[in-house]
């Protein structure tokens, strides 16, 4: 008996039975549309829905890795624990969502019961949650950067909640702005008890997962408005590729004095270097300057990121 239509608004039930026949026995989309009575283009926007949601989730053998050689040329060249290269997704994928999806199938199998995770901010963060196995209770979850004031997929305290929620688990926010409007009043912040109980904590984090600002024309953080347009360009001015976790480094891993270093609420350079994991996660060959800057700054001895800046990275001097 075909099944009713409904809203655009992804039906767990339904979502379930169309991607058991999709997934599992194989059916085409159109098979699948016969026999629940759909459109072929309302199967198509579940299936579509269910991947991008994290209700379904493809799990890929890693011993069998589509990029083992990039892998195996990246932990050598940067002597990294671990490297995980995913195949560079069509133009029209948002990097962003394959490396993410990477990222949270490591979190899952990485992270132990009652482990601490400490994350920042962005899209692939946000993608990394969407794609954790669903837990329930003994974690930590522990946002290590300052918010931004607009709420949505990509704010620290928005990334923080959707971990916790797949994770089942606590989480504690840096209850402060990403940046304060001076350093006089970003010292006040941190010395504040709620934000220094947080920041006091980072070193017993057990793992991180962080991902990577660049300041290319690309920049995330234009888009979303975390910083102006002027200060973009001030801060490539002064060297600055790219930050990680509040942290602006040159392309060599350095940090760089600038203002808006004065400002920034988040977990130092040496709280971040004492986590005893740091995975590092992003992709598009527009990033392979701030990873690599990472890399070198020492925030990160897991790295997983596509093929295009894997080879960017190795091509580089």
């Not at 269910?50 to 890693?62: K, N, P, W, Y």
């Not at 195996?72 to 060249?77: I, P, V, Y």
């Not at 490396?99 to 994350?119: F, K, M, N, R, W």
């Not at 797949?166 to 941190?190: E, H, K, N, W």
């Amino acid at each position: 008996m075909p099944i009713a239509a409904g809203a655009d608004e992804l039906d767990p039930e339904i979502a379930a039975r169309v991607c058991w026949h999709y997934f599992k026995e194989g059916q085409t989309q159109e098979e699948v549309a016969q026999r629940l009575g759909f459109t072929r283009k309302r199967v198509n926007r579940i299936i579509s829905q269910a991947l991008a949601t994290g209700f379904v989730q493809i799990t890929i053998d890693s011993r069998y890795g589509a990029c083992a050689e990039l892998e195996a040329q990246l932990k050598a060249r940067f002597g990294l624990r671990l490297v995980k290269v995913v195949p560079a997704p069509a133009p029209d994928i948002d990097v962003r969502t394959v490396v993410g999806a990477a990222a949270g199938q490591y979190i899952s199998e990485a992270l132990g019961p009652s482990d601490t995770i400490g994350i920042t901010w962005g899209g692939t963060i946000g993608a990394a949650a969407q794609n954790l196995r669903r837990r329930t209770g003994g974690n930590t979850v522990v946002s290590l950067i300052g918010g931004l004031a607009t709420s949505g997929p990509i704010n620290p305290y928005d990334n923080a909640a959707a971990f916790a929620r797949a994770l089942g688990a606590t989480c504690r926010y840096v209850t402060a702005p990403m940046f304060a409007d001076s350093p006089q009043l970003r010292d006040a912040l941190i010395r504040s008890t709620p934000v220094r109980e947080i920041l006091d904590q980072v070193r017993f984090i057990d793992r991180a997962l962080l991902s990577a600002i660049d300041l290319t024309s690309h920049s995330k953080a234009l888009v979303y408005g975390a910083i102006s347009a002027d200060t973009w360009r001030s801060l490539r001015n002064a060297g600055v590729v790219g930050d990680i976790a509040g942290q602006y480094l040159d392309a060599k891993g350095r940090p760089v004095s600038h203002p808006i270093v004065e400002r920034v609420i988040a977990a130092d350079l040496e709280q971040l270097r004492s986590i005893g994991e740091l995975v590092l996660a992003a992709g598009g060959a527009h990033k392979a300057p701030i990873i690599r800057a990472g890399i070198l700054a020492g925030l990160a001895h897991v790295l997983i990121t596509d093929e295009a800046a894997a080879q960017m990275l190795l091509e580089a001097d």
